[in-house]
């Protein structure tokens, strides 16, 4: 633990005290008046945190989130402390084909997680007490639902921002990004709330059988989370080879993809466009060129002027790489973008665009951010333009090169960046 950075070591201990002090409280004031519903609690608590997913910077989820919602409702306060800490620290679970468990673990790790998870619960406890008393007139089935909302709400909202803080400290991330990143799994915690509930529900009419039942589909949705993060991994892997085989390919244009990239998405995010469209624009940025694998090395990788036959030859790289992707199972769906992510608004640029074709708003973003990166990088035949003379460049060509509402997200775009840049000095 000392080995963490200052401040990661300040939050990781906090997090310790208060979490072990809040425990200690618990067991010394806890009734417990069916011993065998708490250990019928724990049991599931730690099958659910044995089977968790791992998703970005090693974080993970597990449907351990709806279990917990379900301890708060049926027990004391005390009594759901209780059982969260033990159901986060006795877990056994199996990662990279290693298996760690409570003794194999570094001790801080197994604490900061028992002690944020019995911050969590006892933070979203007190959410889930407070709203039911200020509202006990809204109820279903005899359960407060405002006051169910606010646990919900409370225990994601507590949840993420403890661990995300401490991502954020320890891999020096802005916390906005990591708060970003983790957006849909926020979306999965909702997901599975509704099922806490019912398992609370199940359990305070007696169907201890039924609960079980229903941590079968509660597994079954892990499942199918799991599948899909697979296949998200699957995919990326794929990317990022065709984009290694490219940047071995030009060796010019190293590194060139991933700030294309950088700057669509930014773009992409100003445009206000949707989660899924996004993901789409940063995975056509980083290959946008690979139809340059079609193209022979002495032409890409030419240091003099091209002559008209070797650049009727590297203008077919759009429609070449549109092809390559069209083949690839999950990325055909940006084959489009790619292939006119040298088109004009103005129908001028290559290929030619089809009338009455609708090219994706995706290429437009797609072009100005390539011409951008382009213009500002060295070339064996020209150097780079400053930003400002580049920045002149991209708003001269709004409404004939570059679509202007994409400009109008540009110029946002590059003011920000330079307000951060001063900031910096
Ligand atoms: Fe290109």
Known sequence: MTKLPKRAFVYVLGIIVIGLGLLVYSI???????????????????????????????SVISVSFAISIATVIVFSPAIAVIIRFISAVLPIRKHNGKVSHLFNHELYKTLFNGSSRVITVFIAWLSYDFLGKQFSNITFLDYNVIGLLGLIITYIVVDTFLFAALFSLLQKIKFKKIMREHLWTIINCLGLSPLGVIIAILYNWQQVFAVVLFFGPLLLARYSFKLYIETKDALQGTIQALSNAMDAKDHYTNGHSHRVSEVAVHIGQIMQLSERSIERLKSAAVLHDIGKIGVEDMILNKTTKLEAGEFSKIMEHPEIGAKILEQVHNLNEI???????HGHYNGEGYPVIPSGFDVPIESYILSASDAYDAM???????????????????????????HPDVIDAFVIYYKKQRELESDVC
């Open 376 to 402: 500002t990088s060295d070339r064996p035949y020209r150097g780079a333009l400053s930003e400002q003379e580049a920045f002149n460049r991209m708003t001269e060509g709004s409404g004939s090169q570059f």
């Open 28 to 58: 010394i004031n806890v009734k417990i008046d069916n011993i065998w519903a708490v250990i019928f609690f724990v049991i599931l608590g730690v099958v659910a945190e044995s089977l968790p997913i791992t998703l970005k910077r090693d």
């Open 335 to 341: 084959s489009e973008i790619v292939r006119y992510h």
